[in-house]
Every structure is written in C-alpha cells, then in structure tokens.
C-alpha cells in the first residue's frame, strides 16, 4: 500500500519513506504498468493521432503542436500515418480500441470515413476532427477556411493580370478539395473569368498521375497562364512536371498553393500560398479532446475555424505577355 501511494502520488506519507521507495525503485529499474493501471483508473492517459500523410509538412507541423500539447497535459500520443488509404485507416482505428486509448485526434480520409467514426462513436471514445468534416457525423472540429483562403489565392493571380487560370484540386470526395473547388469556381466567375474544358483537374493526393494531367494541360490550344494548386504536394509535382517540359515558374506558368511549406521544404521559386497555421490545428485539438474527455466540454458540438495568410512570393508573376 505504501509503495501504491508513492507511485500513484496519493495517500499520507513521509518525505523520507517516499524517498528510500523512489531510491528502491530507479535500483531496480521499476516501470509502473500504465495497462494495469488503466484498467484500475478506467483511463490509459494514451490519445491516438491519425492523419493521412505524415510526409505532407502540414501534418508534420500538426503533428508536433497535438505532441506538445499532449505532453503538456499529461498525456502520451500515439501517432498513425494513414496514407489516404481507407483500409489503412480502418486498421488503424481498430487498433486503437484494442489499445484503450482515451481519446482520438484525426484527419479523416474522407467522407468514406463515416463508418469508421461510427465505430468510435459505438465505443464512446472521443474524437475531433481536423481539416476535413465528414457529412453525416458530428464530432468537435478543428478546420481551416478553405473558401476564403482559395478566394484570396484566386484574387492574386487576377489582379496580376492572369485571366485563364486552371485549378488543380484533390478527389471530391474530400471536404477541402470540394470547399476550395466551389470558392475557385465562385471567385473566377465574380470576376467574370471562363472556365474552359480541361481547366478543372481532379488529382490523386498522393500525386498519381499529375505528371501527365500537367502536359495535356499545356496542350490546350489556349492553356492557362496560372496554376492554383489544392494543396502543398500537388503544387510540387507540378512545378517538377513543369520543370520536366522545359518550362519556368513564373515566367511560363505562375503557380500558387495552399499550405505552408516548411524550411526543408525549399523550393526555387519558393510557393506563394495561403498558409493555415498547422501547428495550432494540433494544439488546439488535443486541448478540444482533452476536454472532451474530462467532460469539461459543452454539451453541443464545437466548431472552429482557422483564418488562412496569403504570403505572396517568388512562384507568381505577371503572365508572360503583359
């Protein structure tokens, strides 16, 4: 019962007897078992983090602000790389209801997701979702502005002079890609700018095929002098693809993006984009779960939502002809 009380700091007991049991305890190499524990406590102090691309600098940053926030309310995170893959996804979030984890923080795949969110909401495990929402299930949220950020993107290159830009976006099957579509679509057509066929690119996230979307794009008896990218991978595989044909950002082809990229992410001409602050995703969604879980929340769901900063740099320019 003694030793109980020193490790689980409870109890009445002196400074010298937990003293002599913690000198015991370092001895002999003592590790408290967190299972049995949890098992005790009906709490593991374990969240789990899933998100859909770890190489993605967006999510590497989110990672590190849900870990610092984690520790700093006394839980330990464990992370999964999902890799866009929903049987990947589904793995894993069985995984983490055999591992009895509190809580769970996650980008969902997309709105094939709901079936595993649902799995989740069974077990009354917590969760928040990050960046992406996923019609038909409600949870708290931690989102970024995908319209306004697409719109103030879209704006820049016309008020450089650009009339025919194409929009290279994810499957629709994804919030953001659909958001920042409809706000592209919306803000071209508020400027009165036509849409021609072929303009509108659907890409795999995780950069299948680009390479050849970006050549046919070039074919166009009248292609386009910008390039608005959906997130930061998809702007980089087009500018390599650019790169491959011969041609030259700016000076050929201005192109923009959302998402920061980070300093190991160097880039010559380095992205303008509408940069969404990734690391307080994490933060402020480990505080939302942690919440949740110590039901200090509310009741009704939370909601909130990020405001994105456009940092103009070298990538877009005036359309070689002005």
């Known amino acids: 019962m003694t030793v109980s009380r020193v490790i689980n700091n409870t109890g009445r007991i002196s400074e010298a007897t937990r003293q002599r049991i913690l000198a015991i305890m370092k001895e002999m190499n003592y590790v408290p078992n967190a299972m049995a524990r949890s098992l005790v406590k009906q709490e593991s102090r374990l969240l789990s983090l899933l998100i859909p691309d770890l190489t993605n600098p967006f999510y590497t940053s989110l990672a590190r602000g849900a870990e610092d926030a984690a520790r700093d309310l006394g839980y330990r995170l464990l992370l999964g790389n999902g890799d866009e893959d929903l049987a990947k996804e589904k793995e894993y979030i069985e995984t983490v209801l055999s591992a009895r984890v509190d809580g769970v923080l996650l980008t969902p795949t997309g709105d094939q997701s709901l079936a595993h969110l649902k799995k989740l909401a069974k077990q009354r495990i917590p969760f928040v979702l990050l960046d992406r929402e996923v019609p038909g299930m409600g949870s708290d949220q931690i989102l970024g502005d995908s319209r306004e950020g697409t719109r103030m993107l879209t704006d820049h290159l016309v008020t450089l002079g650009h009339r025919r830009i194409a ?121 939302m779960l942690v919440d949740r879980i110590q039901q200090k929340a509310p009741e009704s769901w939370r909601k909130v939502v990020l405001p994105p900063v456009l940092h103009v740099r070298k990538s877009s320019g005036p359309p070689a002809s002005l």
Do not use: W
Request: hydrophobic content about 50%; aromatic content about 8%.
């Open 167 to 287: 929009f290279l976006g994810g499957s629709r099957l994804v919030s953001t890609a659909r958001l920042r579509l409809a706000s592209f679509e919306e803000t071209m057509a508020a400027h009165g700018l036509a849409l021609p066929e072929g303009y509108l690119i659907e890409a795999d996230y995780r950069m299948k095929e680009i390479d050849r979307q970006i050549t046919a794009l070039l074919a166009m008896p009248e292609p386009p002098t910008a390039l608005l990218a959906a997130n930061n991978f998809l702007a980089l595989r087009a500018i390599r693809a650019l790169r491959s044909l011969g041609k030259r950002v700016p000076d050929d082809l201005s192109v923009v993006c959302f998402d920061e990229l980070e300093a190991g992410f160097v880039v010559d001409p380095f992205m303008t984009v509408a940069a969404q602050p990734s690391y307080d995703f994490g933060v402020m969604g480990i505080r």
